[in-house]
């Protein structure tokens, strides 16, 4: 006799906390990919454009497959947020405009939030095939938060808490 919880986890039903880690994620990475969109038009360096394209195509599919997680489940997926119109940089007045300095930090404090998200989001599930869908998520996360962190170390854009640094006669 097999129980509910045995045999292929895509046919085991979600608890609650899963169900709701998937759509939270969803509902996160679709104002995740709004914000990353209107940071790309802020942004003036070509290697945070690059990080920022990436972070953009990870939301893209994060969004793709949590919402078709939660559909299969039978339960309505976060609403899309509309695309913004496109903006040139030049465009946005130097007042109301990010500098690349803010927006590397803003995904930084983002990518970080997220590995925390994604591991929590681990720790609760059953389901293997959520519990390694997350984990993914968590991977990528962690390499994109090394490609910010060098960025930002090589750009002279990060700003390190306090530092303890012994002198040598101590």
Not at 106 to 120: E, H, K, P
């Amino acid at each position: 006799m097999t129980g509910i919880l045995s045999g292929n986890p895509k046919e085991e039903p979600m608890h609650y906390g899963e169900i709701f880690a998937v759509w939270e994620a969803s509902m996160v990475a679709k104002g995740a990919l709004s914000f990353y969109r209107a940071y790309l038009y802020h942004a003036g360096d070509d290697d945070l454009k690059k990080i920022l394209g990436t972070l953009i195509d990870q939301s893209e599919l994060e969004i793709s497959e949590l919402d078709t997680l939660l559909i299969e489940q039978g339960i309505a997926a976060t609403p899309v947020m509309p695309n913004r119109p496109e903006a040139k940089l030049e465009d946005i007045p130097v007042g109301a405009r990010f500098t690349d300095p803010e927006i590397a930090a803003r995904i930084a404090a983002d990518t970080a939030a997220g590995l925390v998200a994604c591991s929590q989001a681990m720790g609760q599930t059953i389901r293997e095939d959520i519990g390694a869908l997350f984990a993914k998520y968590h991977l990528t996360k962690a390499a994109i938060g090394i490609k910010i962190l060098h960025l930002t170390k090589k750009k002279g854009w990060l700003i390190p808490p306090p530092l303890l640094v012994k002198s040598v006669n101590s």
